[in-house]
């Protein structure tokens, strides 16, 4: 199975900072979808295809990649972006989850 | 308003069994294909079963399959999820999920599931 791998496991960042998370696979896939998850609540969808936003998602999250390497970017981060975030593929059967990558505001 | 209202979790001894249900609305059940997906305690997540719309087609990781079964009433809007010889390592929350393609587009609140002696 493609095992994803998310770094940093844990990152800080302050209000207005540009943040970068990436998601490494161990083989190529197609496409990454990344989802967010504050604590006591399920996963929200949060990017789909790479790079689309969910609806609601604000325009300063953005995602990029291809082949093993794809990341999600916040243009400038805001207290309310502090969660969990984690990628996800489905090429391949079965479908992984990276282990994600927690964001805190300092 | 898509709405997923997971189950029938609870405490249950290893080699037990239980049944999960999830209450599907807002939209045409029968049309989406379904999934469930678990978070252990150590908060990582793991897809456990998954059922296109009609029910002909159905997929589980190794680490479930021959244990977990799941199925779908179209008619009642509701995903089903029927687990036995629970171990361990089972314990988790589990999530009803509806697809948009290769993805889990939506996400029900989860129900625990604890399996102890």
């Known amino acids: 199975q493609i095992v994803l791998t998310q770094s940093p496991a844990l990152m800080s960042a302050s209000p207005g900072e540009k943040v970068t998370m990436t998601c490494s696979a161990s083989s190529s896939v197609s496409y990454m979808y990344w989802y967010q998850q504050k604590p006591r609540s399920s996963p929200k969808p949060w990017i789909y295809l790479t790079s689309n936003l969910a609806s609601g998602v604000p325009a300063r999250f953005s995602g990029s990649g291809s082949g093993t390497s794809y990341s999600l970017t916040i243009s400038s981060m805001e207290a309310e972006d502090a969660a969990t975030y984690y990628c996800q593929q489905w090429s391949s059967n079965p479908p992984t989850f990276g282990s994600g990558t927690k964001l805190e505001i300092k | 308003e898509v709405k997923l209202v997971e189950s029938g979790g609870g405490l249950v001894q290893p080699g037990g069994s239980l049944k999960l249900s999830c209450a599907a609305s807002g939209f045409t059940f029968s049309c989406y294909t379904m999934s469930w997906v678990r978070q252990t305690p150590e908060k990582r997540l793991e897809w456990v079963a998954y059922?296109?719309?009609?029910?002909?087609?159905?997929y589980y990781p190794d680490t479930v399959k021959g244990r977990f079964t799941i199925s779908r009433d179209n008619a009642k809007n509701t995903l089903y999820l029927q687990m036995s010889s629970l171990k361990s390592e089972d314990t988790a929350m589990y999530y009803c999920?509806?697809?948009?393609?290769?993805?889990?587009?939506?996400w029900g609140q989860g129900t625990l599931v604890t399996v102890s002696a």
């Open positions: 999920a509806r697809h948009t393609d290769w993805w889990f587009a939506y």
């Open positions: 059922i296109i719309n009609g029910g002909g087609r159905i």
